[in-house]
């Protein structure tokens, strides 16, 4: 890890507790740790002593930790040992009681989950991406155009949200000028109200979803009656595997259509600048040589680990790096771990651009469940560093980023920056 | 060294030596044949190694796997010859095999 904090009390406190304290003791679920950014020491640890750790705690109850990219591999490969079905528990170490939990297809097992994906996957289909690219690009090239030079500003209201959230409008086909509330609604249903307080309780965070839900079943009145388009909403309304969804699923399934493609890229896009930022000799490759935009974007993924974590849960009993997960037990596979595998990928505590071999990470997930808008994101951020690369020599970043409370996103509520004229 | 063909979507050729006992998915990266991403290196993982196989060859390809099916049907590329690289094995009896490309790899 190269944590934001490098060098300061913070860092060598977490290092110094990370290495000394007794295993069974190590608790890598603390939203505190990823906030602080120390979290990767904890990590580091454990694959070196303990890859397949378990640890019991008060708000999460008894969990498995595994650290391992083969080890990630091996469990998010085989569905049919670990489930991510919502009635198991679905695929966050939070675990919702049961009438609360969104139903969505991430969090369901097959058949069902393959027959729900399948009626939106083509959106991100490869013509449909060539198809997007020049409405990316030229909002992209807007935004940037209209940001202001030589004052302090932060990147990621300015940037990274504002171009999530227009994505994520067209893709759904949402009315542009309420886009707001897709940002909003993102935040909501990752937040953790015990933890995070961006609403006050579990209530709350149900009635805002709920709002949620209302606004988009008029889309979605609107449109079933109306001939199949190409948004993510007319799709669900005439998927056969998906037109007669409860509201539940529909929730569901907005929810991570939502949050999958905003919050994921929004963090990225502040994760590269904020990465480029620590590692100027980086950022002069770049600017040496613009076509490593290419590899470098998948790097960013990787670096970022927008979504560290993704749970499952043992269907039955199975060996998994020396340890035997019983049935029913809950599995945390940290991609943002695996991420920083040195058995898996050279130098992986360094952000390097021009990787021999970038996208091989696990920021996307793999098997069944793996990321359906992979390649639009990775196209949003091409795109973005492409367009600063045009414009802008030098962006400075002017004070230390604030990071999310959560173990569920990696992320960053604002980082400051300034631009010289 | 068996040799096998790999056509891009736009049409490129390329014929590279491929490695018995090696993946077909590797003779493409380690040539440098660009339209296959590979993304999780050859776990039969992410369908990011996509090819359509030429009628002539596909007989002589065993089944897909359950996990490979699976992975091929998510992508919205896929055709009744598609297959993922990383799961077809270069042996001499594929000396020749011509494959090619979807538009891209997801």
Not at chain 1, 90 to 113: C, T, V, W, Y
């Amino acid at each position: 890890m190269n944590p934001s904090v490098t060098g300061s009390g913070l860092a060598e406190a977490a290092r110094a507790e990370a290495f000394s304290m007794p295993l069974d003791q190590i608790d890598v679920s603390k939203p505190r740790l990823f906030q602080e950014d120390t979290i990767g020491y904890y990590f580091e640890r454990l694959r070196r002593d303990d890859p397949v750790h378990h640890h019991t705690n008060d708000f999460y109850g008894s969990f498995w930790s595994v650290t391992k990219y083969k080890d990630i591999m091996t469990v998010d490969t085989s569905h049919g040992v670990y489930s991510s079905d919502w009635s198991n528990g679905g695929i966050s170490i939070f675990e919702a009681p049961m009438e609360n939990r969104l139903q969505m297809f991430i969090s369901m097992d097959q058949p069902k989950h393959d027959e729900q994906r399948k009626s939106v996957s083509p959106i991100v289909a490869p013509a449909n991406l060539a198809s997007m690219e020049a409405t990316i690009r030229s909002r992209t090239a807007k935004v940037l155009d209209e940001l202001p030079r030589n004052e302090t500003f932060d990147w990621v209201e300015r940037v990274s949200i504002e171009l999530t959230t227009m994505m994520l409008a067209t893709l759904f086909d949402f009315p542009f000028e309420d886009r707001k509330l897709l940002t909003w609604w993102s935040n909501v249903a990752t937040s953790s109200p015990e933890v995070d307080h961006i609403v006050e309780s579990q209530e709350a965070r149900l009635a805002e979803l709920g709002k949620c839900l209302a606004y988009f079943t008029r889309l979605w009145n609107e449109r079933v009656n109306a001939p199949p388009k190409n948004d993510l909403v007319s799709m669900l309304a005439h998927a056969p595997a998906t037109r007669n969804m409860t509201p539940r699923e529909y929730m569901g399934n907005l929810v991570l259509l939502i949050v999958g493609g905003n919050d994921t890229t929004r963090n990225s896009m502040t994760g590269g600048l904020y990465a480029l930022h620590q590692n100027p000799g980086e950022f002069a490759k770049l600017r040496a040589n613009p076509a490593l935009v290419e590899s470098m974007v998948p790097e960013i993924i990787r670096w970022q680990t927008p979504l560290p974590h993704m749970r499952r849960t043992a269907l039955a009993d199975a060996e998994l790096g020396g340890k035997t997960i019983r049935k029913g037990d809950k599995v945390v596979m940290w991609y943002l771990s695996g991420n920083r595998d040195e058995e898996a990928i050279e130098n992986a505590d360094r952000f390097i651009i021009d990787r021999a071999r970038p996208r091989q990470h696990l920021s996307f997930g793999f098997g069944i469940h793996r990321c359906v808008g992979n390649r639009l994101a990775e196209m949003q951020i091409r795109i973005l560093w492409e367009e600063i690369l045009k414009r802008f020599p030098v962006i400075e970043v002017v004070g230390e980023p604030t990071r999310v409370l959560s173990n569920f996103v990696r992320g960053f509520t604002h980082l400051p920056v300034r631009i010289p004229a | 060294m068996p040799k096998v063909t790999f056509i891009e979507f736009n049409g490129a050729r390329h014929e590279v030596e491929a490695e018995s006992g090696l993946s077909l998915m590797r003779a493409a990266v380690d040539n440098g044949v660009p339209g296959i991403d590979a993304d999780c290196g050859g776990q039969c993982a992410c369908a990011t190694c996509h090819v359509y196989v030429d009628a002539a060859w596909e007989a002589k390809l065993s089944a897909p796997s359950e996990m490979e099916a699976d992975m091929l049907s998510f992508a919205a590329t896929k055709q009744p010859n598609s297959r993922l690289s990383c799961q077809i094995t270069i042996n001499e009896s594929l000396d020749g095999i011509v494959v090619s490309m979807p538009e891209g790899q997801h």
